[in-house]
Nanobody, 127 residues
């Protein structure tokens, strides 16, 4: 059974940092595209970042470019999202997702079929 578990969320002051983890079980994460999404209260879910399986290419939504970094550690079967210079508008529940035919490229956040999702981890940026 394919499962994703997020961790690392919490309360942080503006300008602070957090590192989210997305641990996979039941499958080998190496071969899959992984995406990070977030959803703030009253807002639609948005794609934050994704990473390809083979080349490790990455994509970021404009609002997090230069502040967030996605990476993968295949030995630990885990994908990370390092978030620096956090802003109050980054407050949301963050989810990681994957799928057997998911892809990471232009338009990925709205068009790529991510079928397996974690339970989410809350990130709150507030003073």
């Amino acid at each position: 059974q394919r499962q994703l578990v997020e961790s690392g969320g919490g309360l942080v002051q503006p300008g602070g940092s957090l590192r989210l983890s997305c641990a996979a079980s039941g499958f080998t994460l190496d071969y899959y595209v992984i995406g990070w999404f977030r959803q703030a209260p009253g807002k639609e879910r948005e794609g934050v970042s994704c990473i390809t399986s083979s080349t490790g290419n990455t994509y970021y939504t404009d609002s997090v470019k230069g502040r967030f970094t996605i990476s993968r550690n295949n030995a630990k079967n885990t994908v990370y999202l390092q978030m620096n210079s956090l802003k109050p508008e980054d407050t949301a529940v963050y989810y990681c997702a994957t799928g057997p035919v998911a892809w990471c490229g232009a338009g990925w956040a709205t068009s790529s079929p991510f079928g397996s999702w974690g339970q989410g981890t809350q990130v709150t940026v507030s003073s």
